[in-house]
């Protein structure tokens, strides 16, 4: 009777092959959510920066504006891009766009929409005062990525009371219609 040790290269290759069939549906899988991941984050984080300008307009006792430029998918508070740190719009040639900065295409806007964003006065800032009130403007920002013009999916960011509440929707789901101001 022999005294066999390890595998067999018939059972080495099944192993391999049964690996590498997980493999590849586990990179399918994680391909499909990486963009709305990445959308999801972008979306995120923009609330994150308007309660830090909130913030800041109330600790250091001064108005504190975002502003976005929508022609370079870019946004800034107080001047600054919260990208990459460089002042807007004097450095937008060079500062991180938002699709080089979240990846799959992820920019201001949404499809069927004329604007990227829609504020109460009619301009594409917001200015948090010394109370972290915005002066009874309200609004939104739109974001979308490479695949919402098929299903109609996005994000909303607004300002939507005179008290400066910062609010996140998600476009597409339980009713929320991006392509019709709330």
């Known amino acids: 009777m022999k005294n066999s040790r ?3 290269l018939i ?3 099944v192993v391999v092959t049964i690996m590498g069939v997980i493999a590849s549906i586990g990179g399918l899988t994680i391909m499909k959510t990486l963009p709305a991941y990445q959308m999801q984050k972008a979306a995120r ?3 994150n920066n308007f309660r830090k300008a909130r913030s800041m307009a109330i600790k250091f006792h001064r ?4 502003a976005f430029y929508a022609a370079n998918d870019q946004y800034a508070i107080d001047g600054r891009s919260p990208l990459d740190g460089k002042w807007l719009p004097q450095s937008a040639a060079t500062a991180v766009s938002m699709p080089a900065y ?3 295409g992820v920019k201001l806007g949404f499809p069927g929409r004329s604007t990227s964003f829609k ?3 009619g301009g594409s800032t917001i ?6 009130l915005t002066g009874g403007v309200t609004g939104y920002v739109y974001l979308q990525n490479r695949y919402s013009l098929n299903n ?3 994000y909303r960011i607004g300002i939507t009371s005179l008290a400066g509440n910062i609010r996140m929707d998600q476009c597409g789901s339980a009713g929320v219609n991006c392509n019709v101001d709330p």
């Open 6 to 8: 390890g595998f067999t």
């Open 11 to 13: 059972e080495l290759m």
């Open 45 to 47: 984080e923009m609330v």
């Open 63 to 66: 108005p504190v504006v975002v």
């Open 102 to 104: 979240y990846g799959n």
């Open 119 to 121: 504020f109460s006065d």
């Open 127 to 132: 200015t948090f005062d010394t109370t972290g």
């Open 152 to 154: 109609k999916t996005g």
